[in-house]
Structures are given as structure tokens and as C-alpha cells.
């Protein structure tokens, strides 16, 4: 695997890039303005670990999809949950956002 560990061996930093690290778990989801504020959040793995076969999606309160991603292989990942957003759902990203 190319000296990369997997993500299980890997703490990941889970960063709010307004205001430090986020502090949600999201498992597998979070309600927007109850277990996750609006905002820029950025996971980021330090060393030779990487996010694989990862997904996100930040959906309206009627589950809607507002935006998502398939994460195939990254050190870094970057998502803005918008205020008008529902809930927010990921796996595969370790402690959360």
C-alpha cells in the first residue's frame, strides 16, 4: 500500500477552520445547529495515513442532497456545511467531524 497506513492506525485532526476543532461525532450523522454548527470543517490526516473509500454529504431537512463526495483516496478533506443545511453524514473519516 505504498508505506501508507490505514485510517484505523491514524488519528485524524478534525479541524473547524473558523474556530478549532469541531468537537462533533457524527455517527453516522448530525443535526445541523444541534450536534454540528454551520461552518468549514477540514480532516486532516498528519504523516503517511489516508482517508480511503470515504463519503460525505451535507443534505436539507428533508434529506435532500445539498452537497457530497465519494473520497477515494486523501491526507486532507474539506466540507462547508451551510446554515440552511438539515443534517450532516459521514463515515469513514475516524472520530468524526
Known amino acids: 500500500m505504498l508505506g ?18 469541531s468537537g462533533a461525532t457524527c455517527d453516522p450523522y ?4 444541534e450536534d454540528i454548527e454551520p461552518g468549514t470543517y477540514e480532516a486532516t490526516i498528519f504523516g503517511e495515513g489516508l482517508f480511503t ?12 442532497i ?3 463526495d465519494f473520497v477515494t483516496s486523501a491526507q486532507k478533506v474539506t466540507v462547508t456545511i ?8 459521514e463515515t469513514m473519516f475516524g472520530r468524526g467531524f
Request: some cysteine; aromatic content about 12%.
Open 4 to 21: 501508507f497506513e490505514p485510517l484505523d492506525e491514524v488519528e485524524p485532526m478534525i479541524t473547524r477552520l473558523e474556530g478549532g476543532f
Open 30 to 33: 448530525c443535526v445541523v445547529g
Open 53 to 64: 473509500d470515504a463519503y460525505w454529504e451535507v443534505t436539507d431537512s428533508g434529506g435532500g
Open 66 to 68: 445539498i452537497a457530497n
Open 82 to 89: 451551510l446554515a440552511h443545511a438539515g443534517q450532516f453524514t
